[in-house]
């Protein structure tokens, strides 16, 4: 365990409301980063097309890609590689892309910059960190069996919770917006009032929403990412995947105890964590015990608000996060409201299309992503100079699955 995972939790609170001055951090955290990050102009953009074996079609979402590997497959790198799981276990390679998703869009920088430099082998160093410091706190084990390289995970196959918790710290954000027009009930939790904007809150605020649509469930809407409460969970267990109602109760456990592991680890890098979304699931061990487990991504500027401590004591708020990328699209658009209007995705989606941005924002942004990997992790992040062409080294030489 790190030492700094016992020292005291610095005082994060002002006395005095906070005001917002969203600052790139190219500008504002030079004294917390080298002064001299390399950026390399290749980015993985393009990550479902590998020509390995799969039993399903690739599923490609907005930054990774899962290839399911076949019944042999699984079976023979479960053995060869001694892997933790049953023996008859699926399992997956997760593929991360340096691509940059905002406001719901995919974007680009001038002169064929297709994503953000270093950003994948960032963040799956820092999720593989935390992962491994909730392990080793006696927490869960997440699915992450083996890392072959920095832009790939094998991962074991997971039942999926069909929920998605957002561990909140401070009151900013859509949270803030909400209270500010008089809103004070969020997912069945009262807030009390007179808080201010990017104010500490007295306990972690645990909000979860729903993971696609639940149908047939009284007081819950039939859409996407609706927020539930914890007696809806508690009610309708069943329906959200857990395997008892006690495991509602566990899921909390271990979303309230990883964030608290993590802002104990960021304190004496003079970072905040703000909030940062949880996913968990199902898998078996090796002895066929089945378990809940950490899923997807945590604790990284992708799913997290982090931000600058002394600037906060200062009184101010310095991102380190993907949020610091969101208000600079807000800053470079003629028109905000096309970013922020859901009625606009169509044209929003349009204009990433054909709009190249500046390559110094992609740029900025890789600095804050590569940095804060780099205080966490406590090493240098590994980026691979032609990723395809080593990806497929490892996957197909070593792993033997090429196609």
């Given amino acids: 365990m790190y030492k700094a995972f016992d020292r005291p939790l610095p005082q994060e609170s002002s006395p005095q409301p906070v ?7 190219k500008t504002a955290c030079h004294a917390k980063r080298p002064e ?39 079976a023979r790198l479960i053995r060869q590689r001694q892997y933790p ?34 950003k ?51 009151i900013t954000g859509s949270m803030w917006r909400a209270y500010e027009r008089g809103v004070r009930e969020f997912c069945g939790i009262e807030l009390s009032e007179g808080l201010h904007r ?13 993971k696609g649509v639940m149908r047939g469930l009284p007081g819950i ?15 309708h267990w069943h329906a959200f995947g857990f395997r008892n109602k006690d495991d509602v109760a566990r899921y909390e456990v271990l979303l309230r105890e990883g964030v608290d592991l993590i802002a104990r680890h960021l304190a004496p890098l003079d970072l905040m964590l703000v909030d940062t979304k949880f996913e968990f699931g199902y898998a078996r061990d090796a002895n066929g015990e089945e378990s809940l487990i950490y899923m997807d991504e945590v604790g ?21 996060s993907k949020e610091e ?3 600079a699209l807000l800053r470079h658009v003629n028109d905000p409201e096309l970013l922020l209007d859901h009625q606009r995705f169509e044209e929003r989606k349009r204009f990433a299309a054909e709009h190249a941005l500046p390559a110094v924002m992609l740029q900025t942004l890789s600095g804050t992503y590569r940095s804060v990997a780099e205080r966490i992790t406590g090493r240098r992040v590994e980026i691979p100079d032609r990723p395809l062409e080593s990806m497929m080294a490892v996957l197909g030489d070593e792993l033997g699955l090429a196609g």
């Fill in 19 to 25: 005001t917002t001055a969203l600052i790139l951090s």
């Fill in 198 to 210: 990017d104010q500490r809150l007295s306990e972690t605020l645990v909000t979860p929403s729903t």
């Fill in 300 to 320: 990284t500027p992708d799913s997290s608000r982090i931000w600058d401590a002394v600037a906060y004591r200062g009184g101010s708020v310095v991102e380190n």
């Fill in 221 to 235: 809407p039939e859409a996407d990412d609706t927020n539930v409460s914890r007696a809806q969970l508690d009610a």
């Fill in 325 to 327: 990328f969101r208000q």
């Fill in 85 to 118: 799981v049953a023996p008859d276990a699926q399992l997956a390679l997760m593929v991360i892309s340096d691509r940059i998703s905002a406001f719901d869009c995919i974007w680009r920088g001038e002169g064929g910059l297709a994503g953000v430099p270093g």
């Fill in 120 to 170: 994948g082998a960032a963040l799956n160093a820092i999720s593989q960190f935390w992962f491994a410091e909730f392990s080793r706190a006696g927490l869960a084990r997440s699915h992450i069996l083996e890392v072959p390289h920095p832009l790939v995970w094998v991962v074991q196959r997971a039942k999926p919770v069909m929920i998605e918790a957002i561990a909140r710290r401070f």
């Fill in 36 to 74: 001299s990050i390399p950026l390399s102009s290749e980015v993985l953009a393009v990550n479902d097309s590998l020509p390995i074996r799969t039993s399903e079609p690739v599923h490609s979402g907005k930054v990774r890609s899962i290839y399911w590997l076949s019944e042999t497959d699984s």
